[in-house]
């Protein structure tokens, strides 16, 4: 099993630019979540998608950031315009309904906005 | 959802037994605890979960006292790739799960 896929790993953008962070789930898996680490507030839930559907979008911070998963198999999520406040690692993680508690994480996408 | 308290960090040193207590005074009859860790720059990693008693898994120890309100996660032996940072999670499986990670423990262990 590959695990969660997180493509770009390292993204680096000036201010005002799109910014689209990509995520390949667990095969099988029907939730999945997008996070954001920071060493002030720590890892903080985004988004939440179960059976490809936002379930819980209450920890978006603002209209710039937007997701959306099409199928199964793939997730996006994007900010735009970026702003240097949006720097941090943001993670994927994606879990299996037999056990939703244990989530799955990919390897993060580092953002860094000049 | 119920809110846990963990120690920021903690010291060991190889071989030792580390133990390391969360506190969730207002959990609920639903919930389950769970614990993640999380080496520097990788994503968080399932290590156990329960909800009563002890439980026990190739990596750890869990141990829940029987009103619940604290959990003790233990590490046998601990060895210098055992340092990263630990978190306590309290949530309950309602068809949904959304999980609150707090800012954990960040367990160094020294040669």
């Known amino acids: ?114 | 959802l119920a809110k846990t308290t963990q120690p920021i960090s903690m010291d060991s040193y190889e071989g030792q037994e580390v133990n390391i207590t969360c506190s969730h005074n207002n959990i609920a009859t639903n919930d389950y605890i769970t614990w993640y860790q999380q080496f520097p720059s990788q994503g968080p990693r399932f290590i156990i979960q329960g909800y009563k008693t002890k439980v026990t898994n190739e990596v750890a120890s869990l141990f829940i006292p029987a009103d619940r309100k604290s959990s003790t996660l233990s590490l046998p032996r601990v060895s210098l790739s055992d340092t990263a940072v630990y978190y306590c999670l309290v949530g309950a499986y309602s068809g949904y799960s959304t999980l609150t990670f707090g800012k954990g423990t960040m367990l160094l262990v020294s040669p």
């Open chain 1, 1 to 114: 099993d590959a695990g969660v896929i997180q493509s770009p790993r390292h993204e680096v953008t000036e201010m005002g630019q799109e910014v689209t962070l990509r995520c390949k789930p667990i095969s099988g898996h029907n939730s999945l979540f997008w996070y954001r680490q920071t060493m002030m507030r720590g890892l903080e839930l985004l988004i939440y998608f179960n059976n490809n559907v936002p379930i819980d979008d209450s920890g978006m911070p603002e209209d710039r950031f937007s997701a959306k998963m099409p199928n199964a198999s793939f997730s996006t999520l994007k900010i735009q315009p970026s702003e240097p406040r949006d720097s941090a690692v943001y993670f994927c993680a994606s879990s299996a309904a037999r056990d939703p508690d244990t989530q799955y994480f990919g390897p993060g996408t580092r953002l860094t906005v000049l």
